[in-house]
């Protein structure tokens, strides 16, 4: 599963392979509390069409078996910075 992820000028973008613990790691199993940013201030169209097309292009990979966002690596995006990250979690 390539699951994409957005919240005002962020996004995140991170793959789940067959045997992986899910979003957990990720996440975790705390709710979030209070109204979340994009509630607050909305969310530019430019986000939701950022992350999509890197999903997609990891999609794109998989299918080509080349390399992408592996197991406990997540892309992370802010186009307000602009900054492009890559975070690695040790599995748990």
Partial sequence: MVHGAIAGLEGQVTTVMPGDPGLKKFYGDALPQGPSPES???VPAVTPVMIAGLQVMEVV???????GLS???MLYL?????????FTFQAS
């Fill in 40 to 42: 607050i201030l909305g």
């Fill in 61 to 67: 990979k998989l299918c080509l078996n080349r390399r």
């Fill in 71 to 73: 197991s406990g690596r």
């Fill in 78 to 86: 802010d186009l307000e910075a602009p900054a492009l990250e890559t």
